[in-house]
């Protein structure tokens, strides 16, 4: 939980094991949110011409998935700062 904290939230006081632990999560979970961002277009390409509800949702769920992935690659960045 330390890891995930100090990774998603700013201004967080870690020891340096932390801070080096959150460091080495950022490009996971930017490649996980990536692999979420496209399994999302194909559900938005596959369902928006079926079912109007379901292609929504999915594009519902593509925008927060890719503001969840701009904020992992602003603080994968930010923690890099902070442990070198």
């Not at 080096?20 to 194909?42: F, K, N, T």
Request: proline fraction near 2%.
């Amino acid at each position: 939980m330390e890891v995930l904290n100090t990774f998603w939230r700013r201004n967080v006081d870690a020891p340096s094991r932390i801070k080096e632990a959150a460091r080495q999560y950022g490009p996971v979970a930017v490649l996980c949110l990536v692999a979420i961002s496209a399994e999302l277009a194909l559900v938005i390409g596959v369902s928006i011409s079926r079912s109007f509800v379901v292609g929504t949702l999915a594009v519902a769920a593509e925008v927060l998935a890719m503001l969840s992935l701009w904020w992992a690659v602003v603080r994968t960045r930010e923690v890099k700062k902070l442990t070198h």
